[in-house]
């Protein structure tokens, strides 16, 4: 029997008959192409396919993804530029928020794009765009194991890096911190960077990489991705060990994702993953 989908109404089967609907395996048909044949059951339920099925394909879009963060990172570094040359006008505050905001919107602008001009135009079903209560509980624990993943990562290169003896943080030095700049940071850092970041990283890009090459080497691929971002405000060798660390963590947010077909888990093991460092950027560690 053909699968073929046509408009709902009463269509004739070859012998003048009036045709009945079937069950194709995934969804009613209209009619069949034969006479006497029965459907089956009206209270046969449906199946939908969905990003986390392995039989629905997501959306093509790394390629546009690369574009978007390149779009996004050289907006930033740009406006920084304008920033700076008017007199850096506003202040550390101004310039975090217009960097954030620059990138963010090469991010955003790529998952939108995508997944309007190539998926479903959803952001749940192309992907994974969901939470649940259990999701407060599951990523927690995640944090708690990607921040102890980045310091295993991080020990054994310590050697190789010993200025960070003296200067432990990447980020913001502590000694230009003020109360609006480390408002602006925290919730960037806490609550910002984990919506966009993991709807970019593990929604746009590791869904595709996933389905594509499998678990193991789609989570892998993202990671690196997600890790050799963070090198963008480089601050010597310090920025390899940092990205490093953030690649490892990584590999826990994007095994949450693919675990639970949600970003859920993933967004809020990333939220308190960076609350940690915001702690100790508040009480002062790096002085």
Do not use: K
């Amino acid at each position: 029997m053909s699968s073929t989908f046509t408009p709902a109404g009463w269509y004739p089967n070859p012998d003048g008959t009036g045709g009945l609907r079937y069950w194709n395996g995934t969804r009613w048909t209209e009619h069949t192409h034969g006479a006497g044949v029965v459907a089956p059951p009206a209270t046969a339920t449906t199946t939908t396919a969905t990003p986390e099925s392995p039989s629905a394909e997501p959306p093509r879009g790394v390629g546009i993804a690369l574009i978007g963060f390149a779009v996004g990172a050289g907006a930033g570094i740009g406006l920084l530029a304008a920033l700076d040359a008017a007199g850096n006008p506003g202040g550390d505050v101004v310039a975090l928020c217009v960097s954030l905001l620059a990138l963010w919107a090469g991010l955003l602008g790529a998952v939108f794009f995508v997944s309007r001009r190539r998926g479903a135009g959803s952001l749940r079903r192309d992907f994974g765009l969901a939470f649940r209560r259990a999701d407060l509980g599951i990523g927690a624990l995640g944090a708690i194991v990607g921040r102890s993943t980045t310091v295993v990562v991080a020990i054994p290169l310590y050697a190789a890096f010993h200025d960070l003896l003296r200067n432990p943080s990447v980020g913001i030095p502590v000694h230009d911190l003020t109360p609006g700049l480390f408002a602006v940071y925290a919730v960037g850092a806490c609550v910002g960077a984990p919506i966009v970041e993991e709807l970019f990283f593990r929604g746009l890009i590791q869904t595709r990489l996933v389905w594509r090459y499998g678990a193991a080497p789609g989570i892998a691929i993202t990671s690196v991705m997600f890790g050799a971002a963070h090198l963008i405000g480089w601050q010597g060798p310090a920025s390899i060990l940092a990205a490093t660390a953030i690649a490892a963590g990584g590999v826990v947010l994007g095994y949450l994702r693919n675990r639970t077909g949600r970003l859920g888990t993933s967004m809020v093991a990333h939220s308190l993953f960076n609350a940690f460092a915001v702690l100790l950027l508040g009480f002062g560690v790096g002085r």
